[in-house]
């Protein structure tokens, strides 16, 4: 990866920081470019050091973009200006009070198992045309692998058919987010849906190679869909089906991800499972770096409430003592 270009005094320290974590495995490129822009204030405006002059003026020139975007960049200054205190700590440290507010985050929709199974057949319904002669079967696997495994939208549209291991029932996902790959194990039943993709591509003598995508595009000449691509052939399906999040909007592609990792939690609570103890694995399928960003996904809905309470009762319910009344309207 080319090391970003810095010509400020900051220079070393901004390159070292960016160094630091990419080394951890961040891509880091919004957190660069925000680096970089303020870097340019420095050197145009013959600022010396960053400073509060300096960082309000830098604020100055972002003020064309949504508030939201804004607090992000604001906090990837912060961040650099809290790394630097570490070896100066008397250098500036912009107050993280005076950045625009947080936005409420979209609440996801979490898909059940009732209404993937509808819109896997309503996906099944669909007709192929020669500039996609694989529509039916490609969708109804699109949505089965998001909705199973939990992978990235861009992970499923990276997968090739040598990703794919009949014989262990894995798919290897390779170099994604932070740079890890991982192997998911798959149910059986979902390695004959594979199985069934790729008998159908090779009777209609459609290309096939290790390296070909599995979730294949004829008019890209031969290469992946892209993620509008498959968003247009999954969205269609979602208001077909009447499917909607609490707000009356569509749901989105990433809403897949959500669900697996709340129906994983579920399925513990409901199974008896440590669920502590299942965090890490949970985190490793998805492909965090920690449990902590698992955290993101796990969503505190009325039938995970539900059997954590049965859960509690079970165990604890013994413990509880209701108060007796002594006299009609007193208790003691």
């Known amino acids: 990866m080319i090391n970003p270009a810095f010509s400020s005094g900051l220079a070393t320290v901004l390159q070292r920081y960016v160094g630091m974590k990419r080394a951890l495995g961040r891509q880091f490129d919004s957190a660069t470019h925000a680096l970089q822009s303020m870097d340019r204030l420095l050197t145009k405006e013959g600022y010396p050091d960053l400073n509060g002059s300096a960082f309000d003026a830098w604020c100055r020139t972002q003020e ?19 790394y630097r205190r570490r070896t100066e700590p008397e250098c500036f440290l912009p107050d993280p009070t005076s950045f625009p507010p947080y936005h409420q ?7 059940t198992e009732s209404e993937v199974a509808r819109l896997m ?21 699109a949505i089965m692998l998001l909705f199973t495994t939990g992978m990235r939208r861009g992970e499923l549209l990276n997968l090739t ?7 262990e029932a894995t798919l290897h996902v390779r170099a994604t987010k932070f740079y890890k790959s991982r192997l998911l194990p798959i ?29 294949w595009n ?6 992946a869909y892209t993620g509008t691509g498959i968003s247009c052939c999954i969205k269609p399906l979602l208001h077909q089906c009447g499917i909607k ?10 809403d897949f991800r959500h669900s697996f990792a ?6 513990w609570y409901r199974s008896g499972a440590d669920v502590d103890a299942k965090l890490p694995l949970l985190a490793t399928y998805l492909g965090h770096g920690s449990a902590l960003s698992t955290h993101h996904y796990l969503h505190f809905i009325e039938p995970i409430r539900a059997a954590a309470s049965e859960r509690f009762a079970r165990r604890y319910g013994s413990l509880i003592v209701p108060p007796v009344s002594t006299k009609k309207g007193s208790l003691r």
Do not use: Q, W
Not at 123 to 139: D, F, I, V, Y
Not at 245 to 254: K, M, N, V, W, Y
Not at 262 to 267: Q, S
């Open 64 to 82: 064309h973009m949504a508030s939201g975007v804004r607090r992000v960049r604001m906090l990837e200054l912060h961040a650099f200006c809290v």
């Open 105 to 111: 985050r979209l609440r996801p929709h979490i898909f």
């Open 121 to 141: 057949e309503a996906a099944s319904r669909l007709k192929g045309n020669p500039a996609a002669p694989l529509r039916p079967e490609l969708t109804r696997l």
């Open 161 to 167: 058919e040598g990703d794919y291991d009949r014989r």
């Open 187 to 215: 149910h059986e039943g979902i390695s004959n849906e594979i199985e069934k993709y790729l008998s159908i591509r090779a009777k209609r003598k459609l290309p096939s190679s290790p390296d070909t995508p599995l979730i």
């Open 218 to 223: 004829a008019t890209r000449g031969g290469r």
């Open 245 to 254: 999040t609490a707000s009356g909007l569509t749901p989105r592609i990433h």
């Open 262 to 267: 709340v129906n994983a939690l579920l399925r």
